[in-house]
């Protein structure tokens, strides 16, 4: 039997002990003596979230492919184990072996979202791992990190060794080949970040120098190493049918936040709203074939026993194959007890027929995003959906049984006015309106129940909004208060509710997006006074981030309330992620402008995609 790096003592004296010792279905084990690189896979929060994450499990499943790779993973400790692992020494572990990340090659961090950077201080720390890479030795493991949050590495470029830019399907066997052969011939680490910087898609930040202008912006980013290339570009699958696909995924002990089976039906997504970051960074947009969906649907159903099965991408509606692998998965699986779900649906009768055939229209809520109150906003936001849309397909959806609808707003876009931020409540209001003129009384399941959600704009990197002023915490309160008080004059108040985001939060999160290499002294600051799982609302506590900013002699509003300059050299400008800069800024002034671009369907915006030689750029040519 495998020791567990936990005593019994400890497993029970800590909520869900399952969380820590492995052995899951399907997790591979292998005889590290017949290995030649460990890689320990780590989602920087809870097991429950990190298990839901598709991007790890399909590079466990790739790497475990390899003979000469055994891939493990790990996640952050809950805040009681991590007490009881300090006060007992007991390093961090990888789940399937139990050894101690510290004696792996490679641990590679997922970025998923900017409040989890403190925890990834917590996994280094825990592992024994020096913070800062150049304090580490050839002892310690090379520290990697991908995922959108690698599109701007900066605020924690000082703890990371690499940084992966783009889909890890690409050239990450160079990588770990490349470390094999420095290994084999006594190379130094230093030997090996040099290999690493050369591979496209690669960025070593300690090759580079920063240097800064009068007013605190970056003058220019400069490399210092013979190895490592001006610019990094973005690495992407273009055939989705060749990729690695798990076909034996990973099933959890406990029920994860997706407790479901995963298919990724395509990648990217050609609707192009200007505060969307992956949007911009998956360009263009990749479909996988019906066919190989269909061969996934029954390996992975018959190695794991899910009872749900998910479609997974950005906007399923506009997979053109939707209604084919949606009658296959009812046809194949419906009689088995097996559901399908459809996030991230558009609002049309294509879609509510779809989802009509998939759900229990009695017991489920309808998910709309407008994203803006009023149509002008909309159009700012090239969110591509007129009232006329939100109203019909409301329409629809309530003729279609559905009585509980939830529309997902933003406050503090761009050019957002007191008519825009009223304009929720308003929209609320005709889609309540909606229902009591559309369904007779006899017909109806009770009151109507449509809630608003808000959450705060925050300008992402490679996005036409990147140069975006944000707003201050009192601005967000304030637009929220104003939400609150139009819901109440609406003459169907009690069949509307309303909720809005954290506004210390989402500033927070606004200096992290778009900050610089100034920031890491700070995230080092508040995890050393106690920050960790900032994104859980439980556990963050603002005031430490406040006064690391000021012990730290960093000003957060310069990463948030100054608008940029288009000319401004920015943190992520070293990056090329086939989306160029001028296809940014032309948006950006297009939003200024209230003019919006068609989808890249209707027509090709030019925004440099094209390049990648494939996917929706070339769908109508032979």
Not at 117 to 125: C, D, P
Not at 401 to 414: I, T
Not at 442 to 456: D, I, K, L, M, W
Not at 601 to 615: T, V, Y
Request: glycine share 6%; with cysteine.
């Amino acid at each position: 039997m495998r020791k567990l790096a936990l005593s019994d003592e400890i497993l029970l004296s800590v909520q869900q002990p399952a969380r820590y010792i492995g052995g899951e279905v399907n997790s591979v084990v292998k005889d590290p003596s017949r290995v030649d690189i460990r890689f320990c896979m780590c989602f920087p929060d809870v097991y429950e979230i990190g298990m839901s994450h598709l991007g790890i499990q399909i590079l466990y499943d790739m790497f475990n492919r390899r003979e000469d790779v055994w891939c493990e993973r790990v996640y952050s400790p809950w805040p009681d184990l991590d007490r009881l692992m300090r006060e007992n020494r007991i390093p961090l572990f990888a789940l399937e072996s139990q050894d101690p990340i510290r004696a792996f090659d490679f641990l590679g961090i997922t970025l998923q979202y900017e409040m989890c950077y403190t925890n990834i201080l917590q996994i280094l720390e825990l592992s024994g791992i020096p913070l800062h890479a150049d304090e580490r030795t050839d002892e310690d493991p090379i520290v990697i990190g991908g995922g959108p949050c690698a599109y701007n590495p900066e605020p924690i470029a000082p703890f990371f060794d690499l940084f992966y830019i783009g889909e890890g399907e690409v050239v990450y066997f160079e990588l770990l080949d490349r470390y094999k052969k420095v290994r084999k011939r006594g190379g130094s680490r230093r030997e090996f970040l040099e290999a690493a910087a050369g591979i496209p898609g690669i960025y070593a930040p300690s090759f580079y120098e920063i240097s800064y202008q009068a007013d605190g912006t970056i003058a220019a980013m400069t490399p210092v190493n013979p190895h490592a290339p001006a610019r990094v570009a973005r690495q992407l699958v273009m055939d989705m049918d060749s990729a690695c696909y798990p076909e034996k995924p990973v099933v959890p002990f406990l029920r994860a936040t997706q407790d479901r089976m995963v298919l990724e039906i395509m990648r990217g997504c050609i609707r192009g709203c200007r505060f969307c970051q992956a949007g911009m960074i998956y360009r263009p947009v990749r479909e996988r074939s019906a066919e190989e969906l269909k061969r996934l649907a029954r390996a992975m159903l018959a190695s794991t026993g899910h009872e749900e099965i998910s479609l997974s991408s950005l906007s399923s509606s506009d997979y053109r194959e939707l209604a084919d692998i949606v009658n296959f998965l009812i046809r194949e699986f419906g009689k088995t007890g097996v559901n399908v779900s459809l996030p991230s649906l558009r609002i049309d009768a294509f879609s509510l027929d779809v989802m009509s055939k998939v759900q229990d229209v009695k017991k489920s809520s309808l998910t709309f995003a407008p994203e803006a109150g009023s149509q002008r906003l909309r159009d700012v936001i090239n969110k591509g959906l007129t009232e006329e849309d939100i109203l019909r397909g409301s329409a629809q959806a309530f003729e279609g049984g559905w009585n509980r609808v939830k529309l997902y707003f933003m406050l503090g876009l761009p050019t957002e006015t007191e008519e825009d931020i009223e304009g929720i409540a308003e929209l609320s209001e005709k889609v309540a309106e909606v229902y009591y003129d559309t369904v007779p009384k006899e017909q109806r399941h009770g009151r109507v129940q449509v809630t608003a959600s808000a959450s705060f704009f925050v300008p992402k990197p490679f996005t036409p909004f990147q140069w975006a002023r944000m707003c201050t915490k009192e601005e967000f309160l304030s637009r929220a208060g104003m939400v609150s008080r139009k819901m109440k004059e609406m003459l169907n108040r009690k069949s509307l509710r309303y909720n809005w985001h954290e506004a210390d939060l989402t500033v927070l999160e606004g200096v992290l997006a778009r900050g610089d290499r100034r920031v890491a002294p700070v995230i080092e600051a508040a995890y050393r006074a106690g920050a960790r799982f900032d994104s859980w609302s439980e556990h963050f506590r603002n005031e430490l981030w406040m006064d690391a900013f000021a012990s730290c002699g960093v000003d957060p509003d310069f990463y948030t309330v100054r608008e940029r300059s288009l000319d401004e050299c920015l943190p992520w400008d070293f990056i090329e992620t086939g989306v160029t800069n001028e296809f940014l800024k032309r948006e950006w002034k297009r939003a200024l402008l209230e003019i919006v671009t068609p989808n890249c369907r209707a027509e090709c915006s030019g925004c440099g995609a094209r390049a990648f030689g494939g996917g929706v750029c070339y769908e109508n040519q032979n």
